[in-house]
Each structure stands twice: as C-alpha cells, then as structure tokens.
C-alpha cells in the first residue's frame, strides 16, 4: 500500500496524542488507591461487613443450620431403625436356624425309628415266612419220605417175588426138578431179614 505524505502525518499525530490520553490514565490510576485498602472506606467497608456477616449469621441459623440438623437427625432415626430392623431379622434367622436344625434332627430321629421299625418288620415278616416254607418243606419231606417208604416196600415186596421167581428158576435149571413154593418163599424171606 502506497502512503502519501499527508497521511503519515496525521497517522503520526493520532498515535502522539493516544500516546498522551494514555500517560494521564496512566498518572490518574498511580493516584487511586485500591479500595479495599483505602482507609477513607473503611468505616463503610466494615458496617456493610457487619451486614453481611449478620445476614449470612441469620440464614445459617435460621435455614441452613435446622435443615442439615433435621437431615443429620432423620439419618441417625433411620440408621438406627435399620439397626434395630437387621437385629430384629438377625434374631429371626437364628430362631429359624434353630427350629430348622431341631425339624431336621427330630427327622432324622424319626427316619431312624422309621427304619429300624420297617426293618422289625421285614424280619418278623421274613422270620415268619422262614417258618411257614419250613412246615411246608417239613410236609413235603414226609409226604416224600412216605412215598419213598411205599415205593420201597413195594419194590421190596416185588424184589421178594422177583428173587422167589429167580430162585426158582435156579432150582429148576440147577436140580431139574420143581420145588415148593413155600420152600422157596421161607428161603428168601431168610435172606432178607438176615
């Protein structure tokens, strides 16, 4: 950008005078003092300090203070009602502990003597089942023994009359000749109780 003459100058007379404006602002604020430190305000300062703190004073004591106590209270009520809820519960799980274990042994009292009754039972059952197999066996073994006495006698009775035809049949093919058959019925009847 091309700058003519004029205008240098004029640009360099607004920077001399902003230049000034800002050493009297400059000079103006070296005089002031800040305000808090000024003593001139300090009467001022403290009475609306004073107002302040009393209102602060008043709301706090009046607003704030009962409700965190009132919160602070309802909290400590309600920690102390749970205390007393959990205690309360604590005692009831360790009633039902008790009665439990005590159902669970009286149970187990009464499965033993369920058992030990089902197994009298089973053994007065199977005792008296022994017995009644062993009259029958008892009848069947008679009845056995009988038929086996009647097989005997009669297979005795007819070894009697086989051994009588047999000797007879010796005595004929031995001799030739008949004999009695009283004479051979006392002879085998002698050989057989001797």
């Given at each position: 950008?091309?700058?003519?003459?004029?205008?240098?100058?004029?640009?360099?007379?607004?920077?001399?005078?902003?230049?000034?404006?800002?050493?009297?602002?400059?000079?103006?604020?070296?005089?002031?003092?800040?305000?808090?430190?000024?003593?001139?305000?300090?009467?001022?300062?403290?009475?609306?300090?004073?107002?302040t703190f009393g209102l602060f004073y008043l709301v706090m004591k009046k607003v704030i203070v009962p409700r965190v106590g009132?919160?602070?209270?309802?909290?400590?009520?309600?920690?102390?009602?749970?205390?007393?809820?959990?205690?309360?519960?604590?005692?009831?799980?360790?009633?039902?502990?008790?009665?439990?274990?005590?159902?669970?042994?009286?149970?187990?009292?009464?499965?033993?003597?369920?058992?030990?009754?089902?197994?009298?039972?089973?053994?007065?059952?199977?005792?008296?089942?022994?017995?009644?197999?062993?009259?029958?066996?008892?009848?069947?073994?008679?009845?056995?023994?009988?038929?086996?006495?009647?097989?005997?006698?009669?297979?005795?009775?007819?070894?009697?009359?086989?051994?009588?035809?047999?000797?007879?049949?010796?005595?004929?093919?031995?001799?030739?000749?008949?004999?009695?058959?009283?004479?051979?019925?006392?002879?085998?009847?002698?050989?057989?109780?001797?």
């Amino acid at each position: 950008m091309f700058v003519t003459p004029a205008l240098a100058q004029t640009s360099h007379g607004a920077e001399e005078q902003h230049t000034e404006s800002t050493l009297a602002e400059v000079e103006h604020h070296e005089q002031q003092v800040f305000p808090p430190f000024d003593f001139a305000t300090f009467p001022s300062q403290i009475l609306w300090l004073a107002i302040t703190f009393g209102l602060f004073y008043l709301v706090m004591k009046k607003v704030i203070v009962p409700r965190v106590g009132s919160i602070l209270e309802d909290r400590h009520d309600r920690i102390a009602q749970d205390l007393d809820e959990a205690e309360r519960l604590r005692s009831e799980a360790d009633a039902a502990i008790k009665a439990y274990e005590k159902e669970l042994a009286e149970a187990r009292n009464e499965a033993r003597s369920i058992s030990a009754a089902a197994a009298d039972k089973a053994r007065a059952e199977a005792d008296a089942e022994r017995e009644q197999l062993e009259a029958e066996l008892g009848k069947k073994l008679a009845a056995a023994n009988e038929r086996i006495a009647a097989v005997r006698n009669e297979a005795l009775q007819e070894v009697g009359g086989i051994a009588e035809e047999t000797a007879a049949l010796i005595v004929t093919h031995l001799i030739g000749g008949r004999v009695a058959k009283g004479d051979i019925e006392s002879a085998v009847s002698t050989v057989r109780e001797g």
